[in-house]
């Protein structure tokens, strides 16, 4: 059987770990630089949005948000725009209120309404806290099911670099 290559939504954290000086990190850093380095030898088909794109600019640290930005054109990442995923608010405003991310995290229901209208087979994370979790992964897969939408695996990097 021959399977298309993955979809890949690459969420903020990921941009950052790129470049993250952290000891404390260094395994979750080195594995975000192998998946890139998968991305460029045309592993995965990757994007990311305007949502991703408000987020990095928003880095206080030009140098940090250039370089970030940066690895957009570097690795051929296609850019979503809203016209990509159409009414991505309201259900992202309904993966808040089935109690899948808090309403102050209302971006991460963002990424995820935008990765599931915008087809993706995956969303990259390593935002644990909220959007990389069972709760979250189960309320999504609920309220897509009930809304007819495209059903999308959440994984960290550690779970994608393996796919093949």
């Known amino acids: 059987m021959v399977f298309s290559k993955p979809r890949i939504y690459i969420e903020t954290t990921l941009f950052n770990y790129c470049y993250l000086n952290d000891p404390d990190r260094k395994e979750e850093i080195f594995i975000t630089r192998d998946l890139f380095d998968k991305i460029k030898k045309g592993f995965f088909e990757p994007y990311t949005s305007d949502i991703v794109i408000a987020e990095l600019d928003r880095c206080t640290d030009i140098e940090m948000k250039q370089r970030m930005l940066g690895l957009i054109m570097e690795f051929d990442i296609i850019r979503l725009t809203a016209e990509d995923y159409k009414g991505y608010e309201e259900l992202g405003e309904k993966y808040i209120l089935g109690g899948a991310i808090p309403r102050q995290k209302r971006d991460d229901a963002l990424h995820i309404a935008c990765a599931t209208l915008s087809q993706m087979d ?17 309320i999504v897969r609920a309220i897509n099911l009930i809304e007819g939408v495209n059903d999308i695996s959440i994984n960290t990097p550690q779970e994608v670099i393996n796919f093949e």
């Open 122 to 138: 995956i969303l990259v994370s390593w935002n644990c806290d909220h959007i990389v979790r069972y709760k979250t992964q189960q």
